[in-house]
């Protein structure tokens, strides 16, 4: 161990004497940079005045924009969930549609069955009474009337599940946008 250490070590571990003062070291108390004891003067005053109102404004500006930023949000969460009923919406009346149309196909299919076999019919009993034939002959144009209306009726029906189709698209596009 070398000189100084042991010098340091008995300062530390023996309790100073009045005979031994001498050996304590003379030291004052450092100041610690950018502290001092002293009363502030009026520009450091100011400058910590400056420092607190602009600490202050950045606040309420972080505290302002926390906020908004929190209403956009809740405005999203309310319109994403409107979003999202409305899908349900059109993906119900969708479906809706397309059993009514699957009914107006299976119809028109049993009419068209229907007429075939009346043609068939007609073609072999062509030796008919003239009675018979008009009777035929009225529900035939009946018949046909109605094949007809059924048709008109289908196609308007395959044009709204299109565009039921379309809107389902768009609200799809639009949702995965805002998400």
């Known amino acids: ?4 250490r042991a010098k340091i070590k008995q300062r530390t571990t023996t309790p100073p004497d009045k005979n031994n003062l001498q050996l304590l070291p003379k030291t004052s108390p450092r100041p610690i940079p950018g ?23 950045d606040l309420e500006l972080a505290a302002n924009l926390g906020n908004s930023l929190l209403q ?18 059109s993906n119900e009346t969708i479906s809706q549609l397309q059993r009514h149309l699957k009914q107006r196909s299976k119809l028109f299919r049993t009419i068209v069955d229907l007429e075939n076999e009346y043609t068939e019919e007609e073609e072999t009993e062509k030796a008919c009474c003239s009675n018979s034939c008009s ?30 189709e379309e809107q389902k ?5 639009r949702e995965g946008n805002t998400v």
């Open 1 to 4: 161990m070398s000189a100084s």
């Open 35 to 57: 502290l001092s004891f002293e009363e502030p003067t009026s520009s450091e005053m100011a400058m910590l005045l400056k420092e607190l109102n602009e600490r202050k404004q």
């Open 72 to 89: 956009e949000n809740k405005e999203l969460l309310e319109k994403n969930e409107f979003l999202e009923e409305s899908l349900a919406t």
């Open 135 to 164: 009777a035929r002959s009225v529900d035939f144009s009946r018949m046909e009337k109605q094949l007809s209306n059924l048709e008109k009726e289908n196609t308007q029906l395959r044009i709204k599940v299109d565009d039921l």
């Open 169 to 173: 698209k768009t609200i799809e596009k």
